[in-house]
């Protein structure tokens, strides 16, 4: 069983930056493509960033092309998501998944991941 656990989240002025973590444990760090969701508010959950096993293939969503990294660091089992330029849109709950397929840059869905955090809140301020 794998098991994901999120952190870093928190209040930040718009402008701002956060890094939010993810552990992984349970199986083999490199063997999953991992990836970011979010869910604000009233809305369905969004993809925000993925990234293949190796670390060398990332994808992104139009909404934060620019703004955010994802990285992984295998010695440490973790995957990361930088948050540079922070705005009030970006307030969400934040989620890593890890994923049984093969990495894919149209992976975006939901169905595509078969394990998940159970979030971290991240609260920009305007």
């Known amino acids: 069983q794998v ?3 999120e952190s870093g989240g928190g ?4 402008g701002g930056s956060l890094r939010l973590s993810c552990a992984v444990s349970g199986r083999p760090f490199g063997t999953y493509p991992m990836g970011w ?3 604000a508010p009233e809305k369905e959950r969004e993809f925000v960033a993925a990234i293949s ?5 990332t994808k992104y969503a139009d909404s934060v092309k620019g703004r955010f990294t994802i ?7 973790t995957m990361y ?4 330029s922070l705005k009030p849109e970006d307030t969400a709950v934040y989620y890593c998944a890890a994923s ?3 990495y894919s ?15 971290t809140q991240v609260t920009v301020s305007s």
Do not use: H, I, T
């Open 11 to 14: 209040l930040v002025q718009a």
């Open 100 to 102: 049984e397929r093969p």
């Open 37 to 39: 969701f979010r869910q």
């Open 81 to 84: 998501l930088q948050m540079n």
């Open 105 to 119: 840059p149209r992976m975006v869905a939901e169905y595509e991941f078969d394990y998940w955090g159970q979030g």
């Open 53 to 57: 096993r190796s670390g060398g293939l």
């Open 71 to 77: 990285s992984r660091e295998s010695a440490k089992n």
């Open 3 to 5: 098991q994901l656990v």
